[in-house]
């Protein structure tokens, strides 16, 4: 029996009628430099219009004027990508909108991205990431992969549309303390669940820890498949991934009351 998925992530229609338009240049940014905030404006609205081609010339003179790599992933680059996920959700957008966007994002993180990782500190673990089986999705998972490589942990990233096999074989081969699952679909984010079943019927549950993230995803469902933390944002799961290997690596997660109903729903 297919699992009833409910993602308790409910949609705001008030919100996604608001149009990014409306506070630009007005509300966002005020605490940077004019020049900055400008410039800000402009990486955004270039996400949004998906403009790759022109992303980088935002990105390097941000760089030079002292911003960091993290400020622009968590500032104009989030702001702008999630515009595109309004628009997309009110049919304002299509998918060809949606891909240049991606396009511009994943341009944008070319450049980032060793920046981030020259931050690397001396190695504290091995984390297995993928996204799971059935979604294409990779722009959060790189995110993720990229600062958990600064923050000294040594990624082993599976990709996109990772079977739960795969996960299994990794974990054999590379025996990490961590296993992290991105989904961003509704209708695919029960492979996290199908993915960490297959871990336990291995048995080698014991031997990770399973983070979960992904825009769907929420407490709840972590608890409900009996994950070890869910990761809102990358700077989370770093959080979470050093408290793993940290003092917490012995708590384990998951509401066991929640992951019966499950199994109970299932075998129904
Ligand atoms: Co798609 N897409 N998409 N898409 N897409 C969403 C997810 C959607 C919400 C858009 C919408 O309707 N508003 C919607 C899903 C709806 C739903 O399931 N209820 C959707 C859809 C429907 C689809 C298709 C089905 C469209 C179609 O074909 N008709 C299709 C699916 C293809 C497939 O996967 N099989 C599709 C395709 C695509 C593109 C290929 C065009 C492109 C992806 C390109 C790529 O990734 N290489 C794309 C994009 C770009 C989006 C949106 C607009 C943006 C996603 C993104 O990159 N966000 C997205 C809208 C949205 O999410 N609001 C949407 C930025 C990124 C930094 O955030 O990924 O959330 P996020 O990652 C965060 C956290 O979630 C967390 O940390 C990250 C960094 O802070 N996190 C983790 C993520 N993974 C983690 C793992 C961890 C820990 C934390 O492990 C430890």
Redesign the pocket.
Same mark, same amino acid.
Not at 243 to 263: I, Q, Y
């Given at each position: 029996m297919p699992l009833d998925i409910d993602?308790e992530i409910e949609?705001n229609i008030e919100d996604l009628q608001y149009d990014i338009e409306q506070s630009r240049a007005t509300d966002r940014w005020n605490d940077a430099p004019d020049n900055v905030k400008d410039i800000f404006h402009e990486l955004e609205w270039n996400i949004i219009e998906g403009e790759f081609h022109e992303t980088t010339d935002f990105i390097n003179p941000l760089l030079e004027s002292g911003v960091s790599a993290r400020t622009l =992933?968590?500032g104009p680059?989030?702001t702008g /990508?999630?515009e595109?996920?309004?628009?997309?959700?009110?049919d304002e957008?299509f998918?060809?909108e949606?891909?240049m966007?991606?396009?511009c994002?994943?341009a944008a993180l070319v450049i980032i991205k060793p920046l981030i990782i020259a931050e690397k500190a001396e190695s504290v673990g091995t984390?297995v =990431?993928g996204?799971i089986q059935?979604?294409?999705?990779?722009?959060?998972?790189?995110?993720?992969s990229m600062?958990?490589e600064a923050a000294g942990f040594d990624v082993v990233d599976l990709g996109?549309?990772t079977p739960p096999e795969t996960f299994i074989e990794a974990i054999r081969e590379h025996k990490p303390q /961590?296993?992290?699952?991105?989904?961003?679909?509704?209708?695919?984010?029960n492979m996290q669940w199908e993915t960490l079943k297959l871990i336990t019927a291995e048995g080698l549950r014991d031997d990770v820890k399973v983070?979960?993230?992904?825009?769907? /995803?929420s407490q709840v469902w972590a608890d409900k498949i009996g994950a070890d933390?869910?990761?809102?944002?990358?700077? /989370?799961?770093v959080d979470?991934?050093k408290a793993c290997v940290g003092d917490f690596k012995d708590l384990v997660g998951g509401a066991p009351e929640l992951r019966d109903n499950l199994l109970a729903m299932e075998s129904e």
């Amino acid at each position: 029996m297919p699992l009833d998925i409910d993602t308790e992530i409910e949609f705001n229609i008030e919100d996604l009628q608001y149009d990014i338009e409306q506070s630009r240049a007005t509300d966002r940014w005020n605490d940077a430099p004019d020049n900055v905030k400008d410039i800000f404006h402009e990486l955004e609205w270039n996400i949004i219009e998906g403009e790759f081609h022109e992303t980088t010339d935002f990105i390097n003179p941000l760089l030079e004027s002292g911003v960091s790599a993290r400020t622009l =992933i968590s500032g104009p680059m989030s702001t702008g /990508i999630a515009e595109v996920g309004r628009r997309f959700k009110m049919d304002e957008y299509f998918l060809p909108e949606v891909m240049m966007s991606a396009k511009c994002m994943q341009a944008a993180l070319v450049i980032i991205k060793p920046l981030i990782i020259a931050e690397k500190a001396e190695s504290v673990g091995t984390c297995v =990431i993928g996204t799971i089986q059935g979604d294409l999705h990779d722009i959060g998972k790189n995110i993720v992969s990229m600062m958990l490589e600064a923050a000294g942990f040594d990624v082993v990233d599976l990709g996109v549309s990772t079977p739960p096999e795969t996960f299994i074989e990794a974990i054999r081969e590379h025996k990490p303390q /961590i296993v992290g699952f991105s989904a961003l679909l509704t209708t695919t984010m029960n492979m996290q669940w199908e993915t960490l079943k297959l871990i336990t019927a291995e048995g080698l549950r014991d031997d990770v820890k399973v983070m979960v993230g992904g825009a769907p /995803i929420s407490q709840v469902w972590a608890d409900k498949i009996g994950a070890d933390a869910y990761c809102a944002d990358a700077l /989370i799961a770093v959080d979470k991934a050093k408290a793993c290997v940290g003092d917490f690596k012995d708590l384990v997660g998951g509401a066991p009351e929640l992951r019966d109903n499950l199994l109970a729903m299932e075998s129904e």
